[in-house]
């Protein structure tokens, strides 16, 4: 594998179970898993399962991670240097010997506090954050932890009750320095609806970031409600809606781009690709293809894998830009 010229660096946070390793494979159709090397930061867990116990404190908490070292071994692989990264073994809850990581094209370091810390944040090309929202939460979690794992429904609400203090003072106001906020809403399609299947999708997109162009949706900057016509996309009850609009974000001027529904057929995903300008797409229908390509990838058939898709294009974007600006600069230096 040749040495990257310059090592473009992106940052994927959001809670466990957000959704964060099937964007990362989406990137990794998009880049081919050769140019690029993720980095878990649950790697940079000062205290181990025990210690955190002993010390009352979740992983979530920063007095549980070395940010120091973070800071420190994260600029040092985007200068190009190879890195010592410490290895927290999931299974055993145990520090592990580290293990060499060299510098690659694109390094996407991924967990719970990819911006928390100013020093790792101002290093990042670009960020993305996963945001499920609580109703969604708790109704995957009952789904996941009652069937498969035979928990009661008081045991559920209780694990997430646990973690939620320190997910809302450290986790969750990391999005507000996201260049792009995907979140996961509860439909507005159907009344009442607890079992989180149905789903509403916003891409939150900043303003103002250099080189980033929001996706729209027919008219820049104008507020737009469509119904797309169920002849040309499949939508079995209660259909689909989109919407797209100027917003305030957390103090920050954003884009939102949002889907409410099912889409029955990926084939007709052609019919809402025309109709989106700014996708940094390659060809027509490139959007398409690449979530048909997958269309087993949890999320596919709603907004999550839509949004995905399109944050992915954007990150790639982002790259060429700036390894094409790289290579300017070394060719008026030679």
Known sequence: MSKPERVVLIGVAGDSGCGKSTFLRRLADLFGEEQMTVICLDDYHSLDRKGRKA??????NPKANNFDLMAEQIKAIKNGETIDKPIYNHETGELDPPEKIEPNHIVVIEGLHPLYDERVRELLDFSVYLDISDE???AW???RDMAERGH???DVLASINARKPDFEAYIDPQKAHADVVLRVLPTQLVEDEKEGKILRVQMIQ????????PVYLFDEGSTIDWVPC???LTCSYPGIRLHYGPDSYYGNEVSILEVDGQFDNLEEMIYIEGHLSKTDTKYYGEMSHLLLQHKDYPGSANGTG?????TG?????AYERLTSKEMKVATVQV
Do not use: D, P
Not at 206 to 213: A, C, I, Q, S
Not at 306 to 310: C, G, H, I, T, W
Not at 313 to 317: F, G, V
């Open 306 to 310: 839509l949004f995905q898709v399109l």
């Open 136 to 138: 969604v939460k708790i």
């Open 141 to 143: 979690k009952i789904q």
């Open 152 to 154: 009661t429904y008081e």
């Open 230 to 232: 169920g002849r040309k």
């Open 206 to 213: 900043r303003e103002g970031v250099e080189g980033f162009e």
């Open 313 to 317: 294009l954007k990150m790639r974007s």
């Open 55 to 60: 010390a009352g404190v979740t992983a979530l």
